[in-house]
Nanobody, 118 residues
Framework: QLQASGGGLVQPGGSLRLSCAAS????????VHWYRQTQDKQRELVAA???????SYADSVLGRFTMSRDNAQNTVYLQMNSLKSEDTARYFC??????????????WGLGTLVTVSS
């Protein structure tokens, strides 16, 4: 199960940090993807980590967003700086998680709303 948090209302130029935690014992996070979906249902892959160290970002957020992970806490983060109104969307984490009982499975967080407005 994934718990996503960190969204909210922020002014343009501000920052937010989203987090997504995987619950359970003996959890290993393999791959991480952050998506966002705007009100008109356009979905965009914002950041992706293949699990072997390489992280890629959408051009629209490159240089402003940073993905990181804390394997000890089974938590991934999306640090968002210099936010713009066009970053307004619901953000979702998608993790491929391995546990001894389930093997590797994909999970989606419920989504957290980010609103950038003055």
């Amino acid at each position: 199960q994934l718990q996503a948090s960190g969204g909210g209302l922020v002014q343009p130029g501000g920052s937010l940090r989203l987090s997504c935690a995987a619950s359970g014992r003996n959890v290993r996070i393999n791959t991480v993807h952050w998506y966002r979906q705007t009100q008109d249902k356009q979905r965009e892959l914002v950041a992706a980590n293949s699990g072997i160290g390489r992280i890629s970002y959408a051009d629209s957020v490159l240089g402003r967003f940073t993905m990181s992970r804390d394997n000890a806490q089974n938590t991934v983060y999306l640090q968002m700086n210099s936010l713009k109104s066009e970053d307004t969307a619901r953000y979702f984490c998608n993790l491929n998680v391995w546990t001894p009982s389930t093997g590797s499975r994909d999970y989606w967080g419920l989504g957290t709303l980010v609103t950038v407005s003055s």
